[in-house]
């Protein structure tokens, strides 16, 4: 079992930062891609930022040159700084991870996809 715990999260005026974290537990092999997503009252989810384990960074237009993505692989731990908060940028934040985990219950590695649960971040003056 892997699990994702974000914190960092909160309420912070026009202009503000805040900083994100996303750190993955379980039996771990391997972490392969991790991302941040948000998702908006009533629209869909959408990704922000991704980050690979070789350190390939990719970056939403919405937010580039405000948010800056970064792991520390040797802690399994996901960051996410943003700064020159908007209002638009009110969402929960999701963090999602790739990961190559053991599986005893089939005694063999498992490949997949897992989600943290959220964290509210609130841009308002």
């Known amino acids: 079992q892997v699990q994702l715990v974000e914190s960092g999260g909160g309420l912070v005026q026009p202009g503000g930062s805040l900083r994100l974290s996303c750190a993955a537990s379980?039996?771990?092999?391997?972490?392969?891609?991790m991302g941040w997503y948000r998702q908006a009252p009533g629209k869909q989810r959408e990704l922000v930022a991704s980050?690979?384990?070789?350190?390939?960074?990719n970056y939403a237009e919405s937010v580039k040159g405000r948010f800056t993505i970064s792991r520390d692989n040797a802690k399994n731990t996901l960051y996410l700084q943003m700064n020159s908060l908007k209002p638009e940028d009110t969402a929960v934040y999701y963090c999602?991870?790739?990961?190559?985990?053991?599986?005893?219950?089939?005694?063999?590695?498992?490949?997949?996809?897992?989600w943290g649960q959220g964290t509210q971040v609130t841009v308002s003056s």
């Open positions: 999602n991870a790739d990961v190559t985990s053991w599986d005893p219950s089939r005694g063999a590695r498992l490949r997949d996809s897992y």
């Open positions: 379980g039996r771990i092999f391997s972490v392969n891609v």
């Open positions: 980050a690979s384990s070789g350190g390939t960074t």
